[in-house]
């Protein structure tokens, strides 16, 4: 049977069935119809298949431009080959499909090169067109300011900032495609891993579209709220260490691009490409001229209308780009009970649905490394508490103290829990800053590997600072902190379990534990094995005094050797700690 063949790849199968020949190839007991890969090589076109046609490469792999629905489904091998390379729908293994009718197809791997390039370890075979969310994200200065920083910190600085920045992208579904000098480019909308699944298929219904749609642009603006959340505490080491704060500018375009991994087959990378991706860079670039820092095209827009606050709108020529394109300024998340910007209806009474709402907010706010700090803060604003007087405890009290010494790596912290129970106020959802504040250190543990621990809400703020209170001083010994824990309601046990907490911290510039961001028993072990610090770890007078009463010493070493027992007792003693103007008993 003669086939039409043209350069390009293109091949044309007419009405005419094929069987295979009565002797086969060695090793080859399929009956019926031939494979496209047989048709073309009985007719002599050149199509390459590396691993001999048993579907154990993508070499013979063809594009099916007419009448798919004339080739055989899918073999077993086909599908999973198809899976680990990302192989399309529309594209078939030529040594497995057979054609039952018509076709026309055309050859993707056409010379030496082009089957390197597909059999290379791990690397997708194609791309797609996908509707995606493009996010463009841009420090201003940053070049200027580190000419007069030592090349150590011009990387030290330049990392701690990706990392916020991406713990926003990721914690929002987002894909991280790129770093460019101190920008970043992001895509939402992609639901899979790029390099181990094939892609997502576009919706056919167009209810789920715009579903779809709606979710990729709300992750993506919820991930430049959170970057923008994540650069206030970002300057705030700036400010301390540099003397210096950073501006920041980001735009968001949603729309079709080409989506795929390219690049040396040794070294491929996931991406996205074409006037998406563009329109997004220059959406970006926009807030310069606009003097804004959070600019969204129209497109963009109109698929999450009701979920955010948006200020100004800008009518502006882009660069490269024809006409005027209409940009809006976003200021935040809805204002408007039961919007859907956190997946769930915001409710305005405390209980199960309003601690969950919390724990969702602070989550998308606080990074690991940052845990610490806010349990610190917490430990601050509960060491007011007095119990034979009532006053004090988690009541919020700290936000009007940090001005003090002990506080003063603290404000950033601070700063954040403000600006979230703005954000619940501006929702008509009342939530003091005690509950964010407790939720916050509960959420501290857990996202360092610790215990759950169960909460409520209902905690009163004060209306000023707490006129008395206690930090623990270095030099204190044993008897004063039992008497100072006794004061807020906290027996011996407590004491020790909650000195546990240390884990997480630093003293001196030195971390307690090697691992800091973990919370173990390591603290206790130390405590157990050593009665001297090491020289890069940190261990107090108020520590090694643990160890200086029988009960408090059972303790450390119980906890030393049961990182359960130590977990289960630290919730207990938490809960006690922080039930602040909860009043609840124990």
Known sequence: ???????????????????????????????????????????????????????????????????????????????????????????????????????????????????????????????????????????????????????YDVIHVLNRYFRKMGEAILANHGFIDKYMGDGIMAIFGIESAPADAALPTEESSGDASQSRARTAVANAIRAGLDMQA???????????????????GIGIHYGEAIVGEVGHPRSMQFSALGDTVNMASRVESACKRAQAEFLISEATREHAPDLFRFGRRFSIQLKGKAGRHILSEVLGPAATPGSEQSGEALVSDSGVDLATRIRRELRRRISRDQSPQYLRLLFHDAASARVDSGTGGCDGSVRFEMDRAQNENLRGCARVLTQIQTEFALNDVEVSFADLLVFAGALAVEICEGPQIPLETGRRDAEGPTPEGFIPEETDALPTLVERFAAMGLNTQDLVVLSGAHTLGRANEKPYTADLYTFSNTYFQRLALEESPAPELSMLATDLALLQNPEA?????????????????????????????????E
């Open 553 to 585: 010493r059972e303790l450390v070493m119980t906890y030393a050797r049961d990182e359960e027992r130590f977990h289960r007792d630290f919730a207990r003693a938490f809960r006690k700690m922080t039930r602040g103007s909860l009043k609840s008993a």
């Open 230 to 248: 994540g650069l206030a505490e970002f300057n705030v080491y700036m400010r301390e260490h540099f003397d210096h704060e950073f501006r920041m």
């Open 1 to 151: 049977m003669q086939i039409s063949f043209e350069k390009d790849g293109q091949f044309e199968v007419p009405d005419e069935r094929q069987t295979r020949p009565a002797v086969a190839e060695a090793g080859d007991s399929r009956d019926g119809p031939q494979t496209l890969l047989e048709i073309s090589l009985a007719n002599e076109i050149p199509h390459t298949h590396a691993c001999g046609g048993h579907a154990r490469c993508s070499t013979c792999r063809v594009l099916v431009l007419e009448h798919p629905e004339n080739l055989t489904p899918p073999t077993e091998a086909e599908r999973e080959l198809a899976r680990r390379k990302g192989l399309e729908p529309g594209i078939r293994l030529a040594c497995q499909a057979c054609p039952t009718g018509p076709v026309r197809v055309r050859r993707l791997v056409i010379d030496r090169e082009d089957a390197e390039i597909a059999i290379a370890e791990g690397a997708p075979s194609s791309g797609r067109e996908q509707h995606v969310a493009v996010l463009f994200s841009d420090l201003r200065g940053f070049t200027a300011v580190t000419e007069n920083m030592l090349p």
